[in-house]
């Protein structure tokens, strides 16, 4: 199939590392005030998504004005361990942690920087994602908010990075069973890669756009490991067909598919924490059959495609060229994309 | 490096009354005694990897396990390749399928279960994070090898050479594969002594089990990783201010 989209030309996970610009490092969010405490700016609003820094996501993401960084760029919380490689570092180690208001609810926000070391989790980076979940259990959010945008476990500091992502699915969970929502908003450059998309796999909800992937082994690693016939990492209409947002929708593995804007992940988290599912011991039985039952319906299928038709949408060939609007009309149409298994 | 312990001589130390443990497919579930009471042992052997189809029947072991009602404690036993890489894994959406093993287990330890993983060969990446690495406490027993990644594929990556990256290696502990280096990073709580029962061990571990996550302080007291729990702490209390 050819790549009949033009996100299907866009870089796949794992970036270049480029650190972020110490210029926009510590400054709070002051642009577009609407009037109103409780909205967010209108033209900001309309920004891609996918595009957007890390810090402009959230600030836009955010009611106009509302955000406050913990262990912001201006304490220089930077890795300890990126200099014995001699690679540059960045004064926010490639995530942004704060409090603000949705809606005027008050929240917590961690927010990956897909452009800093891929958005990997190194040391100091996975430390901020943990003490941000830890926090929620003593201020007791209305919701905790992870915007991923990550190729995985950072290799320099590959144990800490491990070891963290285990800490956060630990502290996820904690969060959860008192009864707060962790919702995962998903559509940056770097997708939701590698022990990402595991911590992905344990918040309650999941928005993810059509550029948002979500997978362990990213299309580089399966074909390193198991050659092109395996899997092509070229063939971005493959990888937007195996591990797209599109397809994580309509088999149930995200919650809702928005439009690349910040407007839209914003009216989609809304939506998502307030209907977030329990962490308890239904829930979980109730994902044990989810995914039983996807395996047997599906697991001699070779392609996204022949899933979605097996799901009953009439033309699954048409399906990574519709338009937004069209492609959630059709989601909605499929039961299987929706439930409180998670 | 030791020479690593299998699975059965372990089973044979852990239960000397008995057991009733099957390997099926390289995934491991079965009981045992441990002190008057019911042991409950999940795991993969013969470095496994774990794919969707394996990491569902794991959490339907300790789901079964949770709605017995006797939090019997469960023993998370490793000795696994990394997550199963593949076009089909990733299709049916492994990422699911691990974090839901995860869950399974984080929410057994929150039931009252307690949860001790035991790696006693090698580990990495997803399947590790999804096993041993989500149980309350990690043992390890000498001859283990966690690692996320091998050398060679870091040297790819990082394009520096391998040569360069051993002896780095032989200096820093938060990126080199090898048990030493988790232990030192906090991830493995404690390496047990094949010398000695392990039924006792175990009990010890489970008597002693730390009230919450601990990885961070140990790390930080190892060395392994010198700024984590600091950061975090930080974290917490500024949220905790304003």
Sequence with gaps: MAPTDPNHARPIGDDPSSPIAPATAGRRSSAGRTGSDHRSDPVRLEMSWYEASARQRVAAFLDADTFEEFVGPTERAMSPHLPLFELPRAFDDGIVVGRGRLDGKPVLVAAQEGRFMGGAFGEVHGAKLVGLLRAALEVRPAAVLILFDTGGV??????????????????????????????????????????????????????VSESGRISVSGPEVIETNRGAEEFDSRDRALVWRTMGGKHRRLTGGADAYVADTVAAFRDAALDLIARAPAFDLATLEAEQARLEARLTRFGTCRDGADIWARLGINDAQAVPAMTDAAFTEIAAGVPEASHDAR | MPAKMALDAILASLFPTGRSVAVTDGLISGEGSLDGGRLVVVGIDGDTPLGVEGALALSRTVLDAMKVGDKAPILVAVDS???????????????????????????????????????????????????????????????????????????RITKLPLDKLEAMAASTPVFAPGLDNMVATGAVHAVLDPAQPLDAQLSALIADLPAGDTRDRLGRERGGRPVAQAIAERVVSQARGG
Excluded at chain 2, 97 to 102: G, K, M, N
Excluded at chain 2, 128 to 151: E, K, Q, Y
């Design chain 1, 154 to 207: 950072r290799l320099q500091e590959a144990n800490a990075g491990e070891t963290a992502i285990a800490e956060a699915m630990r502290a996820i969970t904690e969060v959860r069973a008192a009864g707060i929502p962790v919702v995962g908003l998903i559509g940056g450059r770097a997708g939701a890669y590698g022990g990402g998309g595991l911590i992905a796999g344990t918040c309650a909800r999941l928005a």
């Design chain 2, 81 to 155: 390749d990394s997550q199963r890489m593949s076009r089909r894994d990733e299709l049916l959406g492994l990422y699911e399928c691990l974090a839901h093993l995860a869950k399974t287990l984080l929410l057994a330890d929150r039931l009252g279960h307690p949860t001790v993983g035991l790696i006693y060969g090698h580990s990495a990446a997803g399947a590790f994070i999804a096993t041993a690495l989500a149980t309350r406490v990690l043992a390890a027993l000498p001859g283990a090898n966690p690692s996320v990644m091998d050398l060679p594929s870091v040297a």
